[in-house]
């Protein structure tokens, strides 16, 4: 089992609502390459280093870019909540579109769905 730190952009509030297996979709295939079932992830939140849980790691999927979203986005802690799940790859296609720019998320680039359960929220998540 290995520690790694994960970041975020948003932080706890992000999280609300989630209960059980929920996932983060990642540009590339560094994340799936390095993580296995078991290991442990510290979340923080980017701007602050504030760190506000701990979760394990269940499972990593990688695909091309549509197929993570179509196959991945409805179980992103973001999507927790949400009204409408059909519009969940939109929704993390514009997400990860903001955060890495249109000429790299693109259809022919690979993503990773990070599945994890949070495992100390002591953190106010």
Not at 22 to 39: Q, V
Not at 59 to 70: G, I, V
Not at 116 to 122: C, G, L, S, W
């Amino acid at each position: 089992m290995a520690t790694y730190c994960m970041e975020f952009i948003g932080g706890p509030e992000d999280f609300a609502g989630v209960a059980g297996e929920f996932n983060s979709l990642r540009l590339g295939l560094a994340w799936h390459k390095r993580l296995a079932p078991g290991d442990r992830l510290v979340l923080f939140r980017s701007k602050t280093a504030e760190v506000f849980g701990v979760a394990e790691v269940t499972r990593t999927e990688k695909a091309k870019l549509p197929e993570l979203f179509s196959a991945h986005a409805r179980h992103n802690h973001k999507e927790a909540g949400q009204s409408d799940p059909q519009g969940a790859p939109e929704r993390r296609r514009a997400s990860m579109t903001k955060i890495y720019g249109p000429q790299r998320v693109t259809d022919g680039r690979y993503g990773t769905a990070i599945y994890m359960r949070m495992i100390d929220n002591d953190f106010g998540v």
